[in-house]
């Protein structure tokens, strides 16, 4: 049944996008299994159920949804941190899933990461030249001293200048450390970018200093963005293209404009409610969503967003909706259409 | 054309910071007054080692049977032990045995112990399977170990350090293990796996220095410990054989007449407190030089 889904995914996506996207996500799974102290299978988590979707080359794709709805492993089975359990990545006409972890590490430096907490992600004990160079060590590029010139080049083009080379990551700010961490995807001239979350440790003023770098980086580089992030007004700003994940399903995948001035879903028309609007007097009906989001391990029947919708029905309860294209290139998967 | 001159440019930057740090680590380093008695002291006790052969008038080795336990005098200055040895000659030469045995065991079990605790951190088979024998190894009492593998292996003073080394690893195993554990989930491991880089790499190069403040704090009190343990072996007639002066068997020829002869427990004990002493606070100095972030807050 969801192969069809794909199936259409795939037949449709053609006539309005001619471009042949560069990475291609079909119905990837990752579930974790719960095992109890004997080492017996207890539950299994379905962190990441099915999904697809397409990046296309220099555009950006938002991940968006709430904490724990498995938009940041699908990021890490991407770059294989995690390994999937089910599911095709099509990146260049090659599935990084069934290669080789030797023919991988060829494609590793075609898909760099940036990572959400700048504290942690650069080494205390390194200096920041050596932090930035060692990718290109890695990778195998360039001499030492072309190492350093490339080492140079990347921290002006973030923003940073020569003398932070022999810092410590302690001597910087939030927001420098995240254009160190950016420096370090960019330095070995990647297709694809994945930024989990990379402004969400950020304060309001640095994450749009950085959107901007990106963005401006992005033109630059002809870069390829996949950005995941819980803030769907950071995600808008910056997205050609909006995923909205619940629950490790992808429940709407469409255009930004198209999502934002016309949601469908129901969830995704409960997070658009919650972006705060800069007009005082503005009175907009807040969707609030009861209850918690539920346990993975023991997600609903039917629809998995039924337990919280507003407009559930019947039908919610017992069958699982298939994903349609409900206006032109707008995916919902959604009994109410 | 640019990028030559930019790195010249860089390189200017580099020799002013490398002037800069040094400069900085040498101030901070004078700045901990307990450290620098700790270099001092080890400092002394290393210098007594060494040039204290040269300088001593006496043979450790000659006994005197008519001047047996002699009181410290202007001929003996810290006085004779039971065969009429001078104790002071003897105190000398011990250094070089005692500290010895104290440094390599440190350095042995450190870097073993290091090893060992890096990869049971990073595989967890390994972890199961190295922690268990660390386990095995704790289980007895360091002593008795030491003199089961010295029975095993015969006295000599390196096997005295072998036989040490061995029983000391697991504690450093699990400083380091511990350490490792927390370090492996930092993001900038995850990074590094993203770019692929080998586990080699990983473990060495990045695990590893984030592991050295509680190593450095556990290698000096197993110098520390051994410097103990040695004469306590020395005692039980497993340690570094007699005539061979060692402090360790000098404090235990001593207690035996500690009534009648005071000096000869209380001269080697000044010079083991002395030696654990300096590198404690030495090493504690060290941890913190170390450390970048102790770096920032002291600037």
Redesign the interface.
């Given at each position: 049944m969801l192969m069809q889904v794909d199936k259409k995914h795939n037949t449709i996506q053609p006539i309005i996008e001619p471009s042949k996207p560069l990475l291609e996500v079909n119905g990837l799974k990752k579930h974790f299994s719960v095992r109890n102290p004997l080492g017996r299978l207890e539950a299994t988590v379905k962190a990441v159920n099915n999904v697809s979707f397409q990046l296309h080359e220099g555009q950006t794709y938002g991940l968006v949804g709430e904490s724990g709805c498995g938009k940041s492993t699908t990021g890490r089975t991407l770059l294989r941190l995690i390994e999937p359990t089910e599911g095709e990545a099509i990146f260049q006409g090659r599935d990084i899933f069934k290669l080789r972890k030797d023919e991988f590490q060829k494609i590793r430096q075609d898909m760099q990461m940036v990572f959400q907490d700048p504290y942690s992600s650069l080494n205390p004990r390194k200096r920041i030249g050596h932090t930035l160079e060692e990718p290109l060590k890695i990778h195998g590029i360039g001499k030492k001293s072309e190492r350093v010139d490339l080492v140079m080049d990347i921290l002006e083009k973030v923003g940073l200048r020569m003398e932070h080379f022999y810092r410590y990551p302690h001597e910087f700010s939030g927001g420098q450390r995240q254009r160190i961490g950016l420096a370090r995807a960019l330095i070995v001239n990647p297709k694809l970018v994945i930024c989990d979350e990379p402004v969400s440790a950020l304060d309001v003023s640095i994450q749009s200093q950085i959107i901007n770098l990106l963005r401006r980086l992005q033109e630059e580089l002809k870069l390829t963005y996949l950005f995941i992030a819980h803030d769907i007004s950071v995600v808008r700003h910056i997205s050609d293209r909006i995923g909205v994940m619940y629950l490790g399903q992808m429940v709407e995948d469409a255009p930004t404009d198209s999502l934002i001035s016309n949601p469908l879903h129901p969830y995704t028309q409960a997070l658009l409610s919650a972006v705060p609007i800069a007009k005082p007097n503005f009175q907009r009906e807040r969707i609030i969503l009861k209850g918690e989001i539920p346990s993975p391990m023991n997600p609903p029947s039917g629809c998995i967003f039924h337990t919280r919708c507003p407009k559930a029905m019947k039908i919610c309860k017992t069958d699982f909706p298939i994903i349609k294209e409900v206006a032109p290139d707008h995916f919902v998967g959604c009994h109410l259409y | 054309m640019e990028?030559l001159e930019?790195?010249e440019?860089?390189i200017v930057?580099?020799s002013n910071?490398k002037k800069q740090q040094r400069q900085l680590f040498i101030r901070r380093f004078f700045a901990n007054k307990l450290a620098v008695v700790g270099l001092a002291i080890i400092i002394f006790l290393i210098l007594l080692s060494i040039l204290g052969p040269l300088v001593i008038s006496h043979d450790p080795y000659g006994m005197k049977v008519d001047d047996r336990l002699g009181a410290p005098s202007s001929i003996h200055l810290l006085g004779t032990d039971e065969f009429g040895r001078d104790l002071l000659s003897r105190i000398i030469y011990g250094a070089q045995v005692s500290m010895g045995v104290g440094f390599a065991v440190a350095a042995i079990a450190s870097i073993v112990g290091m090893a060992v605790g890096l990869y049971a951190s990073y595989y967890r088979v390994l972890d199961n399977v190295l922690m268990r024998i660390c386990d095995g190894i704790m289980a007895f009492p360091a002593i008795l170990l030491a003199i089961a593998l010295m029975a095993a292996l015969g006295a000599s003073t390196n096997n005295v350090i072998l036989s040490l080394s061995i029983v000391y690893i697991p504690y450093i195993a699990r400083v380091v293990r511990s350490a490792a554990l927390v370090v492996r989930e930092?993001?900038?491991i995850?990074?590094?796996?993203?770019?692929?880089?080998?586990s080699w790499?990983i473990i060495w190069l990045?695990i590893a220095?984030?592991t050295l403040s509680p190593l450095i704090v556990q290698a000096t009190f197993i110098f520390a410990n051994a410097i103990i343990v040695e004469a306590a072996l020395s005692f039980l007639g497993a340690g570094v054989p007699a005539p061979d002066p060692s402090w360790g068997n000098i404090l235990y020829d001593g207690k035996k007449v500690i009534f009648t002869a005071w000096w000869m427990v209380v001269y080697p004990g000044i010079c083991i407190v002395l030696s654990v002493l300096g590198f404690n606070l030495f090493g504690d100095g060290l941890r913190d030089l170390l450390d970048?972030?102790t770096?920032?807050a002291k600037k």
């Open positions: - | 990028a930019k790195r440019e860089l930057i580099k910071l930092e993001t900038y995850e990074a590094m796996k993203a770019q692929g880089a080998s790499r990045h220095p984030n970048p972030h770096n920032q």
